[in-house]
């Protein structure tokens, strides 16, 4: 930026007749240390600008499903092969056998996981981040639910519906959005009341003759958002929802692209100062 903006400045500056000593000097500092340091730093911000674009949708969703080995070193590099994965188990009496809910599917062990744990033929969509909501619903059917939506699901009767939209076919598919129409967060029963909990829209009741009770405003007065919160807002870029709508999801990718832009052009820069320099000798 101040290679840029500087030299303008100094050109503006002598036109009025001003001095111009220090913002020589700061450009001056500023070249040389761009020589120095610049290249290493650009080859840093290149992998962070390149990699970052694939944390969030639309880029995310080629490599959801896609695997590689772990990198040593790493928090993930465990010797467990189940670390952060598992998220959810049940039992089930009637079979005999657990259920494990984990970030890559479901799996099933009949023998008090003596052997591999296995997978079932069919089982509901699941998002990459995994299992929110595994709840047994009655004997053999069971509620799961993630990012992906919220299903009822008897893995011995291969049935799969759609608990939010009985109506809507379900889609098996193993590659797309890790994001669904319905980003079920949580589930809670009690008695004849269900509370979903949207990660977009919130707690919502679908049973029972009871509302959900609304935050009291001495709460909201008293308890403002959270400086991390706030920071977390403008870091996935759903602060600008209410000016660029749905296209919000399209930010993150659009500054990486412009930073990219800025870091080969600069790499570009820097392999031209010296040739400058040396023809003013």
């Keep these: 930026m101040i290679y840029w903006l500087f030299p303008k400045w100094v050109k503006r500056r002598k036109k009025q007749e001003r001095k111009i000593d220090s913002i020589k000097s700061i450009n001056k500092f500023s070249k040389r240390w761009y020589k120095k340091i610049g290249i290493w730093v650009v080859s840093f911000l290149l992998i962070l600008a390149f990699t970052g674009m694939f944390l969030r949708p639309p880029l995310?969703?080629?490599i959801a499903n896609a695997s590689v080995r772990k990198?040593?070193?790493t928090l993930l590099d465990s010797p467990n092969p189940w670390f952060d994965k598992l998220r959810r188990i049940l039992y089930d009496e009637h079979n005999g056998r657990f259920l494990i809910g984990t970030n890559q599917g479901i799996f099933y062990s009949d023998n008090?996981?003596?052997s591999n744990?296995?997978?079932f033929a069919n089982e509901p969509p699941v998002s990459v981040m995994g299992i929110n909501v595994?709840?047994?619903v009655n004997e053999g059917t069971y509620l799961v639910g993630s990012f992906n939506g919220l299903f009822l699901w008897n893995p011995g009767q291969n049935f799969i519906l759609d608990y939010l939209n009985p109506d809507k076919e379900v889609e098996l598919k193993t590659k797309g959005s890790p994001l669904g129409e319905n980003m079920t967060?949580?589930?809670i029963k009690l008695g004849d009341d269900e509370i979903i909990f949207d990660y977009n829209r919130g707690a919502e009741i679908r049973k029972g003759d009871h509302s959900f009770p609304v935050m009291p405003i001495e709460i909201i007065k008293t308890s403002p958002m959270s400086l991390w919160n706030l920071a977390l807002e403008f870091h996935t870029t759903r602060y600008y929802k209410f000016i660029v709508g749905d296209f919000y999801i399209l930010?993150?990718?659009?500054f990486a692209l412009t930073m990219l832009l800025v870091l080969v052009t600069g790499i570009f820069l820097w392999l031209k100062?010296?040739?400058k320099q040396s023809k003013l000798k």
């Design 185 to 187: 967060a949580g589930y």
């Design 112 to 114: 008090q996981f003596v």
């Design 60 to 62: 995310l969703i080629p």
């Design 273 to 275: 100062i010296p040739k």
């Design 251 to 254: 930010l993150i990718p659009l």
């Design 71 to 73: 990198i040593p070193y």
């Design 134 to 136: 595994f709840e047994k």
């Design 117 to 119: 744990l296995k997978t």
